[in-house]
């Protein structure tokens, strides 16, 4: 662990220690710290934005609800990931029961996201390519549609950055698991996105 890192785990440790003796300013600290990481985190494994914020919140509840029951046997930071893999997982699963237990595509809908963030008009090629507003939404939809596995994995090392180890933590699983997970998402992922790339 960098020395960075030890700083922002012992202080991440100061606060939930605080949190767990009713200190709710403490607690407040910490969403402020994580909540555009998580949301982020959740909109793209789950493709839509209205679900992200109402799965984000289901999150920090969970986590004000459950604060006294960490015990410090890992980072705060990983137990917060496997609270985000968790209400992600849960939260796909009452998405397919809101739709008659059929299995769609957890992607935006046509125009779903357009109006909570449109397209910068200055981002379009005069060549007619995509914008970047259209390759965001597509990575995200095909972030959305892998497997759970290979969709936590992807999040997790890509978007978030996290280290294998980190990964291996949060998943409960062996770091060669992570690795293996991490290149057939890549893969699908790129196939997915064939249309986009060159």
Known sequence: MSLSQQTQHEHDLSLVRRSQAGDTAAFEQLVLKYQDAVFNATHKMLGNRDDAAETAQEIFLNLFRSIRSFREEAQFSTYLWRTVINCV?????KRVVRRGMKVVPFGPAQGEDAEMDP????AVEPDGSMTAYETRNAVTAAIAELEEEFRAVVVLKDIEGLDYDGISNILKVPVGTVKSRLHRARCQLREKLADFVE
């Open 89 to 93: 997982t849960s939260a796909r699963r």
């Open 119 to 122: 397209p910068d008009p200055g």
